[in-house]
């Protein structure tokens, strides 16, 4: 048997999607360069947006026209965020959710055997324990690590408690395996990932994401710790003074603000305010001396007037981020939001869309052209046309032209450039 794994979506998809191909492989399945020459053709679904389901459906029927005999497989959000998927999606062979991923092989098995169509989506929001698939090794020099599951905030704009349930984390002790595992097959860096990491251990009281960082920190030959995203409320003193010394935790901080306006930070559930979050920023940047910091913002949420996004989209200058990822928002079915009044039309979030990215384009660059002259780490991990590319600690691309072949090796780089959103340097 052949499979292959189209992913949609966040890196817990991508984990899962690993995971999957891991199980598929260790029951003696192979996994296909291409789908359109594979026996089982899995799309592994993103729904956090209109256009996300949009691109799931696109990409199974794409599937099926590419490859008419391959069994093709929909898992993941989409099928809890659309009741009518199995409908709208006759090409799908087995459609099943979130709590269904450990199984597909066994329910591919069983489709073999009768032919039958395969539709199994449990109710995710009684889901008590986290799944205990594990990805292994996927890429050359990094490995991403799954230890939570789940959120409880149920944000006004956001349907994800509702394809993911409620929060659910991975024992430590299994957590510290993992790593260790990962370590073993080669991967210098591991990227903690959750749908609300900081709420690690919450559900439990047991442990936090502060004693695993601290538990991670002393596995010998594990150089790099990178958190995938986190909550500003996450950022305390008591945390950080915990953290702050945590010697091989990358000085890069994903810090969702969605809204530097405090009116829709409130219609949008966010339990904070701009100030607040401001000080998160500031305290990071105390503690660890250069860090990069970045973000989301959603752009044209109902009720946002003209002066709400000027509000937000200063604000966003005024943190100077490294990096900013801006969305314009997008109604979810079921959401307290998709039913407010006052909605901004599609283009003016578009547009809006477009300021916010060209206002934080200066500030992006000004924080990498401030590297200029430093000697920085980087983790290579490409090469093409005799230029190695790869990534500081603050998730900063950097390319290195070079004859010597340092694919998957951490050296220290002297920054000597940025031009047009590259950063070029030397080996050190």
């Known amino acids: 048997m052949t499979f292959y794994v189209y992913t949609l979506g966040c890196k817990v998809n991508h984990y899962e999607s690993g995971a999957i191909a891991k199980e598929f492989e260790k029951n003696g399945a192979f996994e296909a360069k291409d789908g359109k020459t594979c026996d089982v053709y899995i799309v592994n679904t993103c729904a956090v947006t209109e256009e996300s389901v949009r691109k799931s459906k696109q990409a199974v029927r794409r599937a099926k026209r590419n490859n008419p005999s391959a069994v093709t497989v929909v898992c993941g959000c989409a099928p809890h965020s659309d009741v009518s998927l199995a409908e709208s999606l006759p090409e799908a062979d087995i459609i ?90 080669g991967c210098k860096e591991i990227v903690l990932t959750g749908i609300h990491l900081d709420n690690y251990g919450m559900e439990t009281g047991k442990f936090d994401l502060c004693s695993l960082l601290l538990r991670l920190d002393a596995i010998e030959g594990l150089e790099r710790v990178r958190l995938s995203s986190l909550e500003p409320v996450f950022i305390t003193e008591e945390n950080v003074n915990k953290i702050k010394n945590v010697k091989n935790l990358c000085r890069h901080f994903h810090l969702s603000l969605q809204s530097g306006c405090e009116k829709t930070l409130r219609a949008m559930n966010r339990h904070y305010t701009p100030e607040e979050f401001l000080s998160a920023v500031e305290l990071l940047r105390r503690t660890f001396d250069g860090c990069s910091v970045t973000t989301d913002i959603i752009t044209g949420f109902p009720g946002e007037t003209d002066e709400d996004f000027c509000i937000s989209l200063e604000f966003a200058k005024k943190v100077g981020f490294s990096k900013v990822h801006v969305f314009p928002y997008s109604e979810r079915k079921g959401t307290v939001a998709a039913a407010m009044e006052n909605r901004v039309p599609k283009e003016i979030r578009e547009e809006r869309c477009k300021k916010i990215i060209a206002a934080c384009a200066e500030g992006e660059e000004n924080y990498r052209k401030e590297l200029i002259g430093k000697v920085k780490s980087v983790l290579f991990e490409t090469e093409e046309n005799g230029f190695y590319s790869g990534y500081t600690e603050e998730y900063v691309e950097v390319r290195v032209k070079t004859d010597k072949n340092i694919s998957s090796l951490i050296l220290p780089v002297k920054i000597t450039d940025v031009c047009k959103n590259v950063t070029t340097g030397v080996l050190a």
């Not at 099943?96 to 199984?103: A, Q």
């Not at 329910?107 to 073999?112: A, G, K, M």
């Not at 490995?143 to 394809?163: E, H, R």
Request: a positive charge.
């Open 96 to 185: 099943v959710g979130n709590s269904e991923k450990s199984r597909l092989f066994e329910l591919v098995c069983e489709f073999f055997k009768t032919g039958e169509r395969i539709v199994e989506i449990g109710d995710i929001s009684k889901e008590k324990k986290i799944d205990m698939l594990k990805a292994g090794k996927r890429e050359k020099t990094r490995g991403v690590l799954k230890i939570q599951d789940g959120c409880n905030n149920f944000c006004s704009y956001c349907v994800i408690p509702f394809t993911r349930g409620r929060i659910r984390s991975k024992d430590i002790e299994s957590a510290v395996d993992e790593a260790k595992e990962l370590v073993c097959e």
